[in-house]
């Protein structure tokens, strides 16, 4: 078991980071959450988690122990593999997804790709007991849905490897164009600006992410 990696990040991609550990690079598949406080060349410490499988090793990293772990621990609900956990974390941190298994909020479950009423009843009763507790009371729904409905669309052409890392998650080309056109439209994200770094293109996935579960 590979608990944690701590070493230079020599590049940053949609999908995950190469850090140099004791002269080899290892990719590391994570969040893009986890993915916008990265930076080439400076230190890292991710907490991770390797899936074995026949004919792979894949390795899982989060900034925190607590994500680590509840990547692990949804990979414990029927249906739900590595891939679909880690969207899963792509959509909720650790904390909203505490809040949407105690209030069983199931349309908050089924924003993530893949995860249809099945799935997000079956999260719900598997996780219960093994995820813990929200650390705050559970929220009301969050108001103001129609306004973010409403967000301008962005004339400017969308970053298609953004859009692409959207897909990736199971979202459709359409919605991932909305996405993204939406929170660059904003203001909100650093879209391919900057030194067009993945550093950059995490922090615009992790915002068009955050628009896609508003709606």
């Known amino acids: 078991m590979i608990a944690s990696v701590r070493g230079t990040v020599l590049s940053l991609r949609l999908d995950g980071v190469v850090v140099e550990v004791g002269g080899v690079g290892m990719l590391v598949h994570t969040t893009p959450r986890t993915l916008a406080d990265l930076r080439r060349g400076a230190e890292a410490l991710l907490h991770t988690s390797l899936v074995v499988r026949e004919d792979s090793l894949t390795l899982f990293g989060f900034a925190e122990a607590d994500e680590r772990d509840v990547f692990e621990v949804l990979q414990s609900v029927t249906g739900v593999g590595p891939r679909l956990a880690l969207a899963v974390l792509a959509v ?124």
Do not use: N, Y
Request: hydrophobic share 45%.
């Open 92 to 215: 909720h941190s650790p904390e909203e997804l505490r809040v949407a298994v105690a209030s069983e909020d199931l349309v908050a479950l089924k924003r993530v790709p893949g995860i249809g009423q099945k799935g997000a009843q079956r999260m719900v009763l598997d996780l219960a007991d093994k995820i813990g507790a929200p650390s705050g009371e559970v929220p009301a729904p969050r108001a103001g849905r129609a306004a973010a409905a409403a967000a301008p669309v962005a004339a400017k052409p969308t970053p298609s490897p953004v859009v692409e890392a959207l897909v990736g998650f199971g979202f459709s080309t359409k919605q991932a164009e909305d996405a993204v056109a939406a929170v660059t439209a904003d203001g909100g994200a650093g879209g391919e600006g900057g030194d067009g770094s993945g550093a950059d293109l995490a922090t615009t996935l992790r915002a068009a992410l955050r628009h896609l579960g508003r709606h």
